[in-house]
T-cell receptor, first 113, second 112 residues
Framework: QQQVKQSPQSLIVQKGGISIINCAYENTAFDYFPWYQQFPGKGPALLIAIRPDVSEKKEGRFTISFNKSAKQFSLHIMDSQPGDSATYFCAASRQTGANNLFFGTGTRLTVIP | ETGVTQTPRHLVMGMTNKKSLKCEQHLGHNAMYWYKQSAKKPLELMFVYNFKEQTENNSVPSRFSPECPNSSHLFLHLHTLQPEDSALYLC???????????FGPGTRLTVL
């Protein structure tokens, strides 16, 4: 059973546009929701993370929106750039067994000039 | 770089071979992880070590055998693998007090 569901599988956005990736979860015990960015030939790297006590977190052009009642969270990339082209993974973990990160299946983002 | 190194970066092995993957972290972390990354699947957590003690084994087949001699080094010993074991194997580390995991670049494994 997949703990975190992610969509879309792939996304193509024009330079300067907004990229939106969505994730949903079922386990209400999750209390930490990170997004990881992975470039070809590299391992995933933490991009931004949110806890459920806030509905939004912004870091530069990257924003996480969190809807606790709907058990959904999303990543918004404003003013998307070709250098943002990568695979993005959402994830979730809970306080107990905090080492266990449950990942989504990933979204391959391509930003075209 | 993330401070987590993995060797080799690429490995091709036959089903009867024995090989080992190595991971080293230079971040002073006390938890280390092995993940399997296959196309169109979520990253699969395989093993977790906290302070050199294995705390998670997510139903991984015995043909994968981890070893953690100290907090900085992690190995994954491989023997009699199957073609479906071909994947990118990622190592990660974290500090006990932090949820953030730092990943290495991975070893691309191909089993013939």
């Amino acid at each position: 059973q997949q703990q975190v569901k992610q969509s879309p599988q792939s996304l193509i956005v024009q330079k300067g546009g907004i990229s939106i990736i969505n994730c949903a979860y079922e386990n209400t015990a999750f209390d930490y929701f990170p997004w990881y960015q992975q470039f070809p030939g590299k391992g995933p790297a933490l991009l931004i993370a949110i806890r459920p006590d806030v509905s939004e977190k912004k870091e530069g052009r990257f924003t996480i929106s969190f809807n606790k009642s709907a058990k959904q969270f999303s990543l918004h990339i404003m003013d998307s750039q070709p250098g943002d082209s990568a695979t993005y993974f959402c994830a979730a973990s809970r306080q107990t067994g905090a080492n266990n990160l449950f990942f989504g299946t990933g979204t391959r983002l391509t930003v075209i000039p | 770089e993330t401070g987590v190194t993995q060797t080799p970066r690429h490995l091709v092995m036959g089903m009867t071979n024995k090989k080992s993957l190595k991971c080293e972290q230079h971040l002073g972390h006390n938890a280390m992880y092995w993940y399997k990354q296959s196309a169109k699947k979520p990253l699969e957590l395989m093993f977790v070590y906290n302070f050199k003690e294995q705390t998670e084994n997510n139903s991984v087949p015995s043909r994968f055998s981890p070893e953690c001699p100290n907090s900085s080094h992690l190995f994954l010993h491989l023997h009699t693998l199957q073609p479906e074991d071909s994947a990118l194997y990622l190592c990660a580390s974290s500090q006990e007090t932090s949820r953030q995991q730092f990943f290495g670049p991975g070893t691309r494994l191909t089993v013939l």
